[in-house]
């Protein structure tokens, strides 16, 4: 089957694999739909700490299809059926575990990061991710194609339940990529007052303003500060989200906050420049609340798959390219540019 692989290291390739045997406890999926995120762009670029130098794994951890194999042991799946699966797998026995949290155990597994993911035809699922509710039947409503994207959907979901949005809330996101919009998605649908998104490229707030957004703002031809306060009558925005991996960003977030602001850091800065220069006091002075999420939980993958079928939530807009398995690497190509915004690679057609 073909495959796209990398190998720690810094090999990327695209290269025929044989498919993967399942054990009693496993699954086969055959993947139909399976989206490129800025995770598998990073491992490419620098590997993953959870990777041993030499090893090679199948990238690819966005995905849906359907079941082509089930184990003698398993119960509850068939083959045929169409799945969805949350990508992170804890160890199942943790406090983080245990709290239903599994994208935040010290120990997790996940597609694509440790043992091969789904930019392939066929992807094994273990037993481990099985017995955790990790595999989700699809609602009749949900396509393949929504379904991959229902994962970092999933996240900005955990993301919208920390900034606790509340009727009538002036929320600011700071990047218009696929992230950025997802919260702008879900800021609305929260009720939010008046959605402001920040960014430097005039293309992507033009796609933010026709997803809703109130306002935008590109930051090189405007004063940002000088503009939201205007629009919030000096007030700052009650949510502020960073959805861009910005230094300067995130210090900026606490002098545009409103007095009980919520800040989310929602992209995080590279690992070799972490830190961050800020004046606490106004964290102090104005009661601000700093938080920060990673991933998303199983529950979190199972609402947005509600949400979907629901039909209140369009995902489709962030979509900026499909491109056959056989042309990934043109499809990662332009997902390094920085010009796409989410593209789906199709193994199975």
């Not at 306060?229 to 960073?242: D, W, Y």
């Amino acid at each position: 089957m073909l495959a796209a692989t990398y190998t720690q290291g810094g090999h990327f390739q695209l290269e025929d694999i044989p498919v993967p045997k399942i054990q009693e406890d496993e699954i086969l999926v055959r993947v139909r739909a399976t989206s490129i995120c800025g995770t598998d762009l990073r491992i490419i670029q620098h590997g993953h700490r959870k990777l041993q130098p030499g090893q090679k794994i199948v990238l690819g951890h966005e995905f849906s299809g359907t079941v082509e194999a089930v184990g003698s042991r398993v119960r509850g799946y068939k083959v045929g059926q169409r799945v969805g699966v949350a990508p992170n797998i804890g160890c199942g026995q943790c406090d983080q575990c245990v709290e239903g949290r599994a994208n935040m155990c010290p120990d997790y597994s996940a597609f694509g990061i440790n043992f091969d993911g789904t930019h392939t035809e066929f992807a094994r699922v273990p037993g481990s991710a099985i017995s955790q509710g990790n595999v989700m039947a699809l609602p009749e409503e949900v396509s393949f194609d929504e379904a991959a994207l229902n994962e970092p959907f999933s996240c900005v979901i955990n993301g919208n339940d920390a900034c606790r949005i509340k009727l009538g809330d002036t929320v600011l996101i700071f990047g218009a990529g696929p992230i950025g919009l997802l919260h702008l998605i879900l800021a609305k649908l929260s009720g939010a007052k008046a959605v402001i998104v920040s960014d430097v490229i005039d293309e992507k707030l033009d796609r933010a303003t026709r997803m809703g957004a109130d306002h935008v703002i590109n930051p090189k031809t405007s004063n940002l500060k000088k503009a939201v306060l205007s629009l919030t009558h000096g007030e700052g925005a009650n949510v502020i989200v960073t959805a861009c991996p910005v230094h300067s960003v995130q210090e900026q977030s606490f002098e545009l906050a409103a007095s009980f602001g919520r800040i989310c850091f929602f992209g995080g800065l590279p690992h070799e420049r972490p830190k961050i220069t800020i004046n606490s006091n106004l964290i102090h002075y104005r009661n601000l609340i700093v938080t920060g999420v990673t991933g998303g939980s199983n529950m979190h993958y199972r609402a947005g798959l509600k949400l979907l079928a629901s039909r209140k939530v369009d995902l489709t807009p962030i979509v900026s390219g499909t491109y056959p398995l056989s042309r990934a690497t043109e499809a990662f190509q332009m997902a390094l540019s920085g010009r796409a915004m989410k593209i789906i690679l199709k193994p199975s057609g």
